[in-house]
């Protein structure tokens, strides 16, 4: 039987471009391989681990030994008080948090936006705050409620009220953690936002004001509709965030006073590196992988349908 020739072949078209294209990226799919493998060894693998951890009873002081308990330590998250409410508190803290961050950073993005004298070097010097490592941050609100020397209480006093110090009150600490987090993004909501501003055409605002739209009506079917993907962005990452956060707490009340700042991934820090419960960390870690991953996918879709 005589063999068919390949370039007669009804798929010698694929194979050629097929052939063509190996040959054309091969040289960039080997620069990208190593930061492939890096990748792979400090997000994929460690991830992979941690969900399969969260199934079996293993402790910290000897990881090698480990017992599968299937779906135990998921249970055992439904009778324990403290990680209903670590994760009330972190749900909390991420709403209310992220709700303020952006509804200051859009009011400071349209204060920004107007052409006033400073705005330059306030736009520069407002990154401060968010580009300052999350230790600084801690060590300068500990300082300013220091019950002697802190300028907090020295102007409390000054007025004849209480002073104390205040991440050590129960009803105080969790509003300070939120005005933390506040304080340190909100600069960079404001500049991110103010950028989408601007690259809104003034010829539609001009359009505007030519049929009579006043400025509420402009902001709310001009610069809210084009500012909106940026917005989603910040949105999203910020709760993945705060969500995460782990050193803004641990610095500044460890999860005290009496757990009443108490967040998820702490509780998972003290269950897995303190009471050497690595599995049962685990577990706790992949609820918020799962939480994570059910809004990111939820709200992208609305935004996408919008």
């Given at each position: 039987m005589a063999t068919q020739d390949i370039s007669s072949s009804p798929l010698s078209p694929y194979v050629a471009e097929f052939k063509r294209f190996v040959s054309d990226t091969w040289l960039g799919y080997a620069m990208?391989?190593?930061?492939?493998?890096?990748?792979?060894?400090?997000?994929?693998?460690?991830?992979?681990?941690?969900i399969q951890?969260?199934?079996?009873?293993?402790?910290?002081?000897?990881?090698?030994?480990?017992?599968?308990?299937?779906?135990?330590?998921?249970?055992?998250?439904?009778?324990?008080?403290?990680?209903?409410?670590?994760?009330?508190?972190?749900?909390?803290?991420?709403?209310?948090?992220?709700?303020?961050?952006?509804l200051l950073g859009l009011g400071l993005a349209l204060a920004l936006k107007e052409k006033v004298p400073g705005a330059g070097f306030f736009r520069s010097a407002s990154m401060i705050t968010w580009v300052l490592p999350g230790i600084v941050m801690v060590i300068i609100f500990r300082f300013l409620v220091q019950p002697d020397f802190g300028p907090a209480?020295?102007?409390?006093?000054?007025?004849?009220?209480?002073?104390?110090?205040?991440?050590?009150?129960?009803?105080?600490?969790?509003?300070?953690?939120?005005?933390?987090?506040?304080?340190?993004?909100?600069?960079?909501y404001a500049i991110a936002l103010m950028a989408a501003m601007k690259s809104i055409p003034e010829t539609q605002y001009e359009a505007a004001r030519l049929d009579g739209a006043g400025p509420l009506q402009a902001f709310r079917y001009i610069t809210l509709p084009q500012i909106s993907y940026v917005s989603m962005i910040m949105i999203v990452l910020h709760v993945i965030f705060t969500f995460n956060n782990f050193d803004i707490v641990y610095l500044s009340t460890g999860g005290g006073p009496l757990g009443n700042t108490e967040v998820m991934s702490t509780y998972?820090?003290?269950?897995?590196?303190?009471?050497?419960?690595?599995?049962?960390?685990?577990?706790?870690?992949?609820?918020?992988?799962?939480?994570?991953?059910?809004?990111?996918?939820?709200?992208?879709?609305?935004?996408?349908?919008?």
């Open positions: 990208v391989l190593p930061a492939v493998i890096m990748l792979g060894a400090i997000i994929v693998y460690p991830t992979l681990r941690g951890l969260a199934f079996f009873e293993v402790s910290l002081l000897n990881p090698d030994q480990m017992t599968f308990v299937g779906l135990s330590n998921f249970g055992q998250m439904l009778s324990d008080a403290t990680f209903k409410s670590a994760l009330w508190h972190t749900v909390l803290l991420t709403a209310v948090a992220v709700s303020l961050q952006y209480n020295i102007v409390l006093a000054k007025l004849g009220l209480e002073t104390t110090y205040w991440f050590g009150r129960p009803g105080v600490a969790f509003p300070l953690i939120v005005v933390m987090h506040v304080w340190r993004n909100v600069p960079f998972i820090y003290k269950q897995a590196f303190e009471q050497y419960a690595l599995g049962y960390g685990a577990s706790m870690a992949l609820v918020m992988l799962i939480i994570m991953m059910a809004f990111t996918v939820v709200y992208v879709r609305l935004e996408a349908r919008d």
